[in-house]
């Protein structure tokens, strides 16, 4: 009895160092992704410098978004299909050294050219850091794969909402050339993220000393034409999020500006308190999804936030700092949840699926910088906002989601009665 009990504690003792190890890997990949996304954000937050300094118009603005977006997302669903059969533990390391790169290159250049290059250079370092990063913070989830992306998730957009903070304090007073003074989070970043790419390697190789099971098919009954029907559902419902989250996150500063006459600072002030309702939105997101399925979560966080973004271009100063809060928490709440459902559609492919929404989310952004650059330029601020107030109105689209997480229970269940011991 005593030496049971004694086993018992030592493997209840094992469980939960191993716990703690993988919950410092994904508090690891979290302040990863927001030293790289708060890197990233400065590229939109000097905006008004680089418009003023380099006489700019919206639809140049645009195309630098674009080159960044662009090339972050062409190339991701590549990346996480090669990784996906052949995984290495330190491209993340590497992903954040071409970073570095183009944050050096922006604070240098010359050109619209150069900006071009420097914005494509950070682009490139996103789309290996993040189908590869969500990999890994899946593996470490320990089974609570929306708590594990939700944790990845909103580093990244406390480091999008902290970027246009330092860009307003830094940036905008000190110039273009303070730009680099950033590269030292990128650097701090190579470093913790070659210890994490430690960690990935000696999963894959205790991984490979295990015996191989198939897959599992979360979406077990559902067939291969209603799982990439839904796929393309949720590319739809990913469109009418980050179409609305880069009006405002590209956008937003020019918007107050034009419409309230605040300052620079002052904008990107009330840029940081919306970004900073983003990342708190994010986090909740995914452990709600653990707990009442996804699916609703998708509903609320899309449909739900229609109201809001059909009043925000008819009020006042300050209900529109409310409202844009309000708009922060609520739709970005839906990414964390669109992405491990999706993951749970097509199992065995994280990377791929990974590469392929992180990348439709840039190219969406990128493309729709463009779009509403131009549309701006043609018409106003103000209009851009009032035809982006619909796309919320797409979330209806949720209702020909399958109910994945029924059917998984399903599927436990016959497992479980295969699996039990004849009586």
């Excluded at 469980?15 to 410092?24: D, F, P």
């Excluded at 674009?66 to 991701?76: C, D, K, N, R, V």
């Excluded at 994490?196 to 099971?213: D, N």
């Amino acid at each position: 009895m005593e030496a049971k009990l004694t086993v018992e504690k030592v493997s209840a003792n094992a469980a939960r160092i191993g716990e703690t190890a993988t919950l410092a890997i994904l508090f690891a990949l979290s302040f990863s992704h927001m030293l790289n996304d708060m890197n990233q954000s400065l590229i939109a937050a000097i905006y008004p410098m680089l418009k003023s300094d380099f006489g700019l118009n919206f639809a140049q603005i645009g195309l630098i978004t674009l080159a960044f977006q662009l090339t972050a997302s062409i190339l991701q669903p590549f990346v996480g299909l090669y990784t996906d059969y052949r995984p290495m533990p330190y491209s993340l390391a590497i992903a954040m050294s071409c970073t570095l790169l183009g944050l050096l290159l922006l604070s240098v250049a010359s050109s619209f050219p150069m900006l071009l290059v420097a914005a494509a250079m950070v682009g490139i370092g996103s789309s290996v850091f993040h189908p590869e990063s969500s990999r890994v913070a899946r593996m470490a989830s320990g089974g609570r794969h929306g708590f594990a992306q939700s944790l990845f998730q909103v580093g990244g957009n406390t480091g999008s909402a902290i970027g246009p903070l330092l860009a307003a304090f830094i940036v905008l007073r000190h110039g273009q050339g303070s730009v680099a003074w950033f590269s030292g989070a990128a650097l701090v970043c190579i470093l913790l993220l070659v210890g994490v790419g430690r960690w990935y390697a000696r999963q894959r190789k205790a991984a490979a000393a295990r015996p191989r099971s198939a897959p599992t098919l979360a979406a077990s009954g559902i067939s291969r034409f209603r799982v990439w029907f839904s796929i393309a559902i949720l590319f739809v419902l990913v469109v009418s999020k980050y179409l609305y989250i880069g009006s405002l996150t590209n956008f937003y500063t020019f918007y107050l500006m034009g419409k309230f006459g605040l300052s620079a600072e002052s904008a990107q002030i009330y840029l940081f308190v919306f970004l900073a309702a983003a990342a708190v939105g994010t986090f909740a997101g995914g452990p709600i999804g653990d707990r009442i399925g996804r699916k609703y979560v998708i509903w609320a966080s899309i449909l739900g936030v229609l109201p809001f973004t059909l009043i925000l271009p008819h009020v006042g100063l300050a209900w529109t700092a409310v409202l844009s809060v309000v708009i922060g928490l609520v739709l970005s709440s839906a990414f964390s949840a669109i992405l491990v459902y999706a993951q749970e559609l097509v199992p065995g492919k994280v990377g791929m699926i990974s590469g392929l929404f992180f990348g439709f989310a840039f190219g969406v952004g990128g493309l729709g910088a463009a779009a509403l650059g131009l549309l701006a330029d043609r018409t106003s601020i103000d209009f851009v906002y009032q035809v982006c107030a619909y796309l919320p109105a797409l979330g209806l689209l949720t209702a020909l989601l399958p109910n994945i997480e029924g059917a998984m229970m399903i599927r436990r269940r016959a497992l479980a009665a295969s699996n039990a011991p004849a009586s």
